[in-house]
């Protein structure tokens, strides 16, 4: 079955170090996007991609950084510049049109 | 900018109550309307869409009528059950904004039996 894979489902982080999500998808669609969930509060847009070799800021990037060298990964680093990274980071998909996204099962992120 | 207006919550419900969730928006072009839902430690999951004013979007039981005039699409259910525990964001995509999405803060749904 076609999806989204996010890893690791946990991860902790020492103050100062950088660290990488893993954002695949087997959906074969064009766009991707991470968004930053904390408790009790909406999702907010870090970067999306609508192509490979292709990006942009969302509302939050500082202290974030992305790539998009093949379709079907979008990796999101979470530098030592973010200054509270503590969150639940989601990755998701849409295809052509606008008929909604899909998601992936998240990765809780905490800093140590 | 756009942006999505949910109902505050937490909700609390007996099984087999009444749902609504009141969602209003504001969006410059003609937007795409979403409901998701998102389990305990769990990614989001569509629930429901509508694309254009009056159409209706339903699954699993739950409705919500895309309302042009009042920018409006309020989540319905007529009887909810335990396993509907969860919270539910409502969402508008704009086809002038990169078909970004904007999201609701979420409102909290418990049932109880």
């Known amino acids: 079955d076609g999806g989204i894979t996010q890893s690791p489902k946990y991860l902790f982080r020492k103050e100062g170090q950088n660290v990488t999500l893993s954002c695949e998808q087997n959906?074969?669609?064009?766009?991707m996007y991470w968004y930053r969930q904390d408790p009790g509060q909406g999702l907010r847009l870090i970067y999306y991609?609508?192509?490979?070799?292709?990006?942009q800021k969302g509302d939050i990037a500082e202290g974030y950084s992305v790539s998009r060298e093949k379709k079907e990964s979008f990796p999101l680093t979470v530098t030592s510049a973010q200054k509270n990274p503590t969150a639940f980071y989601l990755c998701?998909?849409?295809?052509?049109?606008?008929?909604?996204?899909?998601f992936g099962s998240g990765t809780r992120l905490t800093v140590v | 900018g756009d942006s999505v207006t949910q109902m505050e919550g937490p909700v609390t419900l007996s099984e087999e109550a009444f749902l609504t969730i009141n969602c209003t928006y504001t969006?410059?072009?003609?937007?795409?309307l979403f409901w998701y839902v998102q389990y305990p430690g769990e990614g989001l999951q569509l629930l429901l869409k509508?694309?254009?004013?009056?159409d209706k979007g339903s699954n699993k039981g739950f409705e919500a009528t895309y309302r042009k005039e009042t920018t409006s699409f309020h989540l319905e259910k007529g009887s909810v059950q335990v396993s509907d525990s969860a919270v539910y964001f409502c969402?508008?995509?704009?086809?002038?904004?990169?078909?970004?999405?904007?999201f609701g803060d979420g409102t909290t749904l418990t049932v109880k039996p």
């Open positions: 998701a998909t849409r295809d052509r049109g606008l008929y909604g996204y899909t």
């Open positions: 959906l074969n669609h064009d766009a």
């Open positions: 991609s609508q192509i490979v070799n292709d990006f």
């Open positions: 969006a410059t072009g003609y937007p795409s």
């Open positions: 509508a694309t254009k004013a009056d």
């Open positions: 969402a508008l995509s704009d086809q002038g904004n990169a078909g970004k999405s904007t």
